[in-house]
């Protein structure tokens, strides 16, 4: 039985180079969207899910901490895809031909010197690796697409100028989601603790709360809040913590942050990647 890690987005998108670069020996099962990548591991389909939290150039993923907490999955590694944005387009096509680009909403924007400077207009796509492969599929003229490489590769295009990305350190974080939990010491560097949590309505809740890691000496590297339930008053944090849940700094800024919150919830613990140095 071939193993597989499901991801959301077509063939050479993002996350299956992400699926490509951290499980070599898994085969990639892409899905329509993260609630998909979501229930294929929860049916078994998949093995494990490769989902994307956040980007260097535009912040947070959306729908992706709401999803987290109730998904019944585990974060057992996380892995970073360095995004090299890529101009293609049909076989033959020259450069000075290209007049609209083709890419999801969120590539354009990333891209917008390189466009303004060569009178390239954007449009948007569902899906950049998509938007490749029905290129492939229809070739129209004058037009191109901005994607990963993989996808030229995968989808027989022709790259035509490649990193033409505004940010050069463009990245994405993903995580690694399994339906069982790996508590264990693994890797070569340091452990990160991943939870969410709710405050309790008291004054300065989230400030006492907070204050057991920095009283324990534990760096929390990334501390983000977010609306739940469609309420202004519901507010949920995700939290990143450099530590393992059997340190004993961390039981005890742990046990601390119980006294000011309603709930906590630790989504996986799991060796620091090395790309976060």
């Not at 950049?128 to 989808?155: D, F, I, N, Q, W």
């Amino acid at each position: 039985m071939t193993v597989k890690i499901a991801f959301q987005g077509e063939l050479g998108a993002y996350s299956h180079e992400a699926c490509v670069r951290a499980r070599p020996d898994m085969d990639p099962l892409p899905c329509k969207s993260f609630e998909e990548v979501i229930e294929a591991v929860r049916s078994g389909a998949a093995s494990l899910a490769m989902l994307p939290v956040e980007n260097t150039t535009y912040g947070r993923v959306a729908d992706i901490h709401r999803l987290l907490p109730g998904s019944g999955l585990h974060i057992i590694d996380e892995a970073f895809v360095r995004v090299r944005i890529c101009l293609m387009a049909p076989k033959g096509t020259a450069l000075d031909d290209i007049k609209i680009v083709r890419a999801h909403p969120v590539l354009l924007p990333q891209c917008h010197t390189y466009l303004a400077t060569n009178n390239i207009r954007g449009e948007s796509a569902v899906d950049s690796a998509g938007a490749a492969a029905e290129l492939a599929a229809s070739p129209e003229p004058g037009v191109g697409v901005l994607a990963s490489e993989m996808a030229a590769k995968t989808h027989g295009l022709d790259v035509l100028v490649r990193g033409i990305e505004d940010n050069d350190t463009n990245t994405t974080r993903f995580l690694i989601m399994s339906p069982q939990a790996d508590l264990s010491r693994r890797g070569d560097t340091h452990m990160i603790t991943s939870f969410v949590f709710r405050v309790r309505n008291l004054p300065a809740a989230l400030y006492k709360a907070m204050g057991g890691f920095a009283t324990n000496g534990i760096n929390m590297t990334k501390l983000e809040s977010y609306m739940v339930d469609g309420e202004f008053t519901a507010t949920q944090f995700y939290a990143d913590i450099a530590g393992h849940p059997e340190d004993t700094n961390v039981q005890h800024a742990m046990e601390e942050l119980g006294f000011f919150t309603s709930e906590i919830k630790v989504l996986g613990t799991y060796p620091a990647a090395f790309a976060r140095d």
